[in-house]
């Protein structure tokens, strides 16, 4: 937009974009706050006022003015399933932000009229009861009234899924069907299926039955990607590390963002790793990617992070809060080996361990590999989740040099957490202060797609918080984090997970230009508005990757939603809900303190006779005559 006192002065090495009349947060302990930013070829060039931005706004420099807004460095999920996500993300009903089942169940409703025959609707992660008005799950017999005759899979965290008698039907489940192992199918008295599943612990009877509805193929996964990337960007996330996960098999699932790098069609930087998928194979299976591929390799878009967040299946610790934990046998062995395979060869990794138990048996290994002088050998590892992590392994940890990355599982499953493990150990679940003092690095991110939403500013707002969807306080005081600890989380703490703490995570003249411009000043609304904050402008590498209100427009165009059908096409994503505003109470406060403010303002005026009639007798117009 033309912005008045900025003219064209710069001839050679014009900026391409100024962003400027912002309050902008940088993260940058040099200069911690700026008005105006200037970036040429995708980073940064300037940091300051206008007067420092001025030479450089050429005759082709885009000049955009935030209006006052807060302004960020992009955000960067450091535990997101992306490229899983995008792959799906056209085909799946979002029930992220829905306030009510009743609105939930009439989306359902709709959206099963328009699917045609042979596809499913599917509801995949990103909610829970507790964020409901009714505090429950559908049951089955609404899911039958709302599509008698199309399959419904309805997928609640990774503790069940309700599926309808069509789904039943099509994902071939009969009253001769056996349990999987470590899941359940709950059968009526009549031992046929009634359309619940239970992770018992494992979510494995959860994604194998997802995996039989139709997928999408060719330009369609392309495209589908793209439109999840877009919503990413809508909150401000440039950034993320895909956790790979269960059912993301290697190369196959991830040639679509491979073809989206090469075609310069990515709008977030991804560094992704590499999942074993078959158990009794993991060791083959990483031993053929080491001789492919290195960490590291690629570049600022698409770029290999290492192995995990699983190495061997026998390891994973299932987080099903609703049952005990699970009991592990023996699985050292074969873990130690992957473990060796990764530092021999420059490979870090991630792992993925709820409970200290499990934490402590991975410790032993990586100590015994240590005292080999194998560990970490220069090699960036870290454990995931973590919610029992114990202050004894925190300083294992630490001496080997390891990180953690946080995720808001329990947003969506503190409730269950609290009923089982009671309100002390919900406290320091996880003990993010205490890993903080030990001077670990501690990314944060969202566990999207299929436990949380993706919405970051819903984990920022449990950082800050410590409450829950259903807004349950978990977290006392003192396991919570300040906004600008919560903020670096997500930005300079991801960055560092990469090795890329050097080029980005803070806006700083050198780095890659990759900010937010938010719709509410993030360091100043009330606590339970932080969950309602989106972005507004939206850059990554310089490009205009997002774009609302007076900004609209100028983001980059992306193709029409595919299949037409989509309930991206009909409903969009997350489903925003305004913001709740000032309680009663502060809102009362803050009123009380502007007629104070106004009374001392008619004083000061009387004082220095600026008021004709400082006389402040009582004169209401309804009573004159």
């Not at 007067?51 to 955009?64: I, L």
């Not at 390891?315 to 062995?333: G, H, K, Q, V």
């Not at 060869?345 to 990586?366: C, S």
């Not at 300040?482 to 960055?495: I, K, P, Q, S, V």
Request: hydrophobic letters at 40%.
């Amino acid at each position: 937009m033309p912005v008045g006192g900025l003219t064209h002065r710069a001839t050679d090495n014009a900026a391409d974009l100024v962003v400027r009349n912002a309050k902008i947060h940088t993260g940058d302990a040099i200069r911690p706050q700026a008005e105006a930013i200037a970036i040429r070829d995708g980073v940064i060039t300037v940091v300051g006022d206008d007067n420092d931005v001025a030479p450089h706004v050429g005759p082709d420099t885009k000049v955009v003015d935030a209006l006052g807004r807060r302004m960020i460095p992009g955000l960067n999920d450091a535990h997101l399933h992306v490229i899983r996500g995008g792959l799906n993300y056209v085909l799946e009903l979002r029930w992220d932000g829905v306030r009510t089942l009743r609105q939930g169940l009439a989306m359902l409703r709709e959206q099963a009229a328009r699917t045609p025959k042979g596809q499913w609707v599917r509801v995949v992660g990103g909610w829970s009861a507790e964020q409901f008005a009714e505090r429950r799950l559908p049951t089955v017999a609404e899911l039958n009234a709302a599509a008698p005759d199309t399959p419904v899979f309805v997928l609640h965290l990774y503790q069940a899924a309700v599926l309808n008698r069509a789904a039943v039907k099509a994902a071939g489940f009969t009253r001769e069907t056996p349990d999987p192992q470590g899941g359940q199918i709950v059968r009526g008295r009549n031992g046929e299926p009634t359309g619940m599943l239970l992770a018992a612990p494992s979510a494995l009877v959860l994604y194998s039955t997802l995996a039989k509805a139709p997928m999408l193929e060719g330009e369609d996964r392309k495209t589908s990607t793209r439109h999840f990337l877009r919503e990413l960007n809508r909150f401000g996330l440039t950034s993320a590390i895909d956790a790979a996960g269960g059912f993301q098999n290697f190369p196959d699932n991830y040639s679509t963002v491979v073809e989206l790098a090469q075609a310069g069609q990515l709008s977030l930087r991804i560094a992704y790793h590499l999942f074993p998928q078959t158990a009794g194979q993991e060791i083959d299976d990483l031993r053929r990617w080491i001789e492919v591929a290195r960490p590291e390799d690629g570049d600022e878009w698409l770029r290999l992070n290492g192995a995990g967040e699983n190495l061997t299946w026998a390891a994973a610790d299932f987080e099903n809060f609703t049952e005990p934990r699970p009991e592990l046998s023996d699985y050292e062995t074969e873990f130690e080996k992957a473990v060796r395979l990764l530092m021999e060869n420059g490979w870090g990794f991630r792992l993925h361990a709820t409970y200290d138990e499990t934490i402590r048996r991975d410790l032993a290994v990586f100590e015994k590999i240590a005292a080999d002088g194998l560990f970490p050998a220069d090699n960036r590892w870290l454990f995931d989740h973590a919610e029992t992590v114990s202050a004894d392994s925190l300083d294992r940890i630490a001496a080997l040099g390891g990180a953690m990355s946080v995720q808001n599982r329990l947003s969506f499953q503190g409730e269950a957490f609290l009923s089982r493990y009671g309100p002390g150990a919900a406290a320091d679940a996880p003990p993010l202060r205490a890993m903080l003092e030990r001077g670990l690095t501690v990314g944060a991110g969202t566990d999207a797609t299929r436990v949380s939403t993706y919405n970051p500013w819903i984990a920022l707002h449990w950082l800050v918080t410590g409450r829950t969807a259903g807004d349950l306080v978990l977290r006392p005081p003192h396991n919570r984090v300040d906004r600008r600890t919560a903020l670096a989380m997500f930005t300079e703490a991801g960055a560092a997970l990469t090795g890329e703490e050097g080029v980005k995570g803070v806006l700083r003249r050198g780095f890659l230009a990759d900010l937010a411009v938010l719709s509410e000043d993030y360091f100043n609304v009330p606590d339970q508005d932080i969950a309602h904050i989106e972005s507004l402008l939206t850059v990554v590498g310089g490009r205009i990757v997002h774009a609302a209100a007076e900004y609209e427009g100028l983001e980059e165009e992306l193709p029409p939603v595919s299949p037409t059908w989509s309930p991206v096409a009909h409903f969009g994503g997350y489903q925003a809900t305004p913001a709740t505003g000032l309680s009663g109470a502060r809102q009362a406060e803050l009123l009380g303190q502007a007629v104070t403010e106004s009374e001392q303002h008619r004083q000061w005026r009387a004082r220095r006779t600026l008021d004709p009639q400082p006389s402040s007798a009582f004169f209401d117009p309804c009573f004159s005559l």
